[in-house]
T-cell receptor, first 113, second 114 residues
Framework: AQSVAQPEDQVNVAEGNPLTVKCTYS??????LFWYVQYPNRGLQFLLK??????LVKGSYGFEAEFNKSQTSFHLKKPSALVSDSALYFC???????????FGAGTRLFVKA | DAGVIQSPRHEVTEMGQEVTLRCKPI?????LFWYRQTMMRGLELLIY????????DSGMPEDRFSAKMPNASFSTLKIQPSEPRDSAVYFC????????????FGQGTRLTVV
């Protein structure tokens, strides 16, 4: 069975510092991997995805994520955090050949000015 | 396109009442998903449709929950009878056919059952 783990409930970072939100997964084969962001009282918004190819994926709002097959990880990163990045971040995984997407529990990011 | 549209945004109902949540997916999207979000359980996939046909409803918690998609532009999630533990935010999402495409989420319906 596929699963996603986001080991940190919350990440705190100062504005201007780099940020990392961690994600590990368990799924057979080579999955599709996604990151979404959720702002208060809003639906989830797509940030980026890994399909194949380059392990470093660039997405919206300056975010990027690094796929590491050996560690089954897909950590979200940003070189310089903004206060406006404060939100709830979800990692998601989908098996190739399927449409059932499993989401992690979410990590709340706080960026302090 | 206006995106995925859900209604109502908020619903407060009494235990035992029937509740119907509505969703209009993005035009041209072949897949539609219903999710439930709670603090305790996070984001759970309830059911998804492909070309209006239910494909996987294994996430539907009980027989009190039912979902339909009578056409490509409309879906409903019904809870009958509702219970306080059904209180959650319910999201509808849609996506294109290709399996590597992302889902687009509506703004959700916050359901409170008192």
């Amino acid at each position: 069975a596929q699963s996603v783990a986001q080991p940190e409930d919350q990440v705190n970072v100062a504005e201007g510092n780099p940020l990392t939100v961690k994600c590990t997964y368990s799924v057979s084969g080579n999955p599709y991997l996604f990151w979404y962001v959720q702002y208060p009282n809003r639906g989830l918004q797509f940030l980026l995805k890994y399909i194949t190819g380059d392990n470093l994926v660039k997405g919206s709002y300056g975010f990027e994520a690094e796929f590491n097959k050996s560690q089954t990880s897909f950590h979200l990163k940003k070189p310089s955090a903004l206060v406006s990045d404060s939100a709830l971040y979800f990692c998601a995984v989908r098996e190739r050949g399927g449409f059932k997407t499993i989401f992690g529990a979410g990590t709340r990011l706080f960026v302090k000015a | 396109d206006a995106g995925v549209i859900q209604s109502p945004r908020h619903e407060v109902t009494e235990m035992g009442q029937e509740v119907t949540l509505r969703c209009k997916p993005i035009s041209g999207h072949d897949y539609l998903f219903w999710y439930r979000q709670t603090m305790m359980r996070g984001l759970e996939l309830l059911i998804y449709f492909n070309n209006n046909v239910p494909i996987d409803d294994s996430g539907m918690p009980e027989d009190r929950f039912s979902a339909k998609m009578p056409n490509a532009s409309f879906s409903t999630l019904k809870i009958q009878p509702s219970e306080p533990r059904d209180s959650a935010v319910y999201f509808c999402a849609s996506s294109l056919t290709a399996a590597n495409t992302e889902a687009f989420f509506g703004q959700g319906t916050r359901l409170t059952v008192v």
